[in-house]
């Protein structure tokens, strides 16, 4: 069965330095994605970055980027100058390809950005 | 830019009382889902739609009820709403012939007393 395990339910980091928000997960389908989502405070879910498992490189979108270890089954979101406004909840999310459309997340991290 | 409307906004019920959660989406997706999001326990998904006319259950469907009735709407009832029931509930879509990221609603809170 699926399984994605946030292992960190709380970071702290300064402003302008870098943080890995841990994420692994466990699946039997050689084909799958994997997903990071933000929630601010303010609720939403804002989607970050997808990487799939047959991409050859590690995705990157802007100061995010994904450090995808497929032997290790894990994919830790890195947040580059970390921001005041990267305060939020952090969800990793797992979809595999099973002939299935099911997506399942993490417990996800609360990740608080100091001065 | 709708994307996906999730009605209504919050909701308090007493046990045993029913309710509907309306949820439609105006991006031509294919999948739509339901999950309940509660502190400490992440998003857990309660019943999902890979098609208009399908429907499976997710991690968590006891107690809940869903409906595709068209392409646009996914509903999710709860006929007999218990306290266990409280949470925050999130509607989203996806569009699995891209990457599949889904977009969600804003979340409907709800309140069994």
């Known amino acids: 069965a699926q399984k994605i395990t946030q292992t960190q339910p709380g970071m702290f980091v300064q402003e302008k330095e870098a943080v890995t928000l841990d994420c692994t997960y466990d699946t039997s389908d050689p084909s799958y994605g994997l997903f990071w989502y933000k929630q601010p405070s303010s609720g939403e879910m804002i989607f970050l970055i997808y990487q799939g498992s047959y991409d050859q490189q590690n995705a990157t979108e802007g100061r995010y980027s994904l450090n995808f270890q497929k032997a290790r089954k894990s994919a830790n979101l890195v947040i580059s100058a970390s921001q005041l406004g990267d305060s939020a909840m952090y969800f990793c999310a797992m979809r595999d390809a099973r002939g299935t459309d099911k997506l399942i997340f993490g417990t996800g991290t609360r990740l608080q950005v100091f001065p | 830019n709708a994307g996906v409307t999730q009605t209504p906004k919050f909701q308090v019920l007493k046990t045993g009382q029913s309710m509907t959660l309306q949820c439609a989406q105006d991006m031509n997706h294919n999948s739509m889902y339901w999950y309940r999001q509660d502190p400490g326990m992440g998003l857990r998904l309660i019943y999902y739609?890979?098609?208009?006319?399908?429907?499976d259950k997710g991690e968590v469907p006891n107690g809940y009820n869903v409906s595709r009735l068209n392409k646009r709407e996914f509903s999710l009832r709860l006929e007999s709403a218990a306290p266990s029931q409280t949470s925050v509930y999130f509607c989203?879509?996806?569009?699995?012939?891209?990457?599949?990221?889904?977009?969600f609603g804003e979340g409907s809170r709800l309140t069994v007393l």
């Open positions: 989203a879509s996806s569009d699995r012939d891209r990457t599949g990221e889904l977009f």
């Open positions: 739609s890979a098609s208009e006319g399908t429907t």
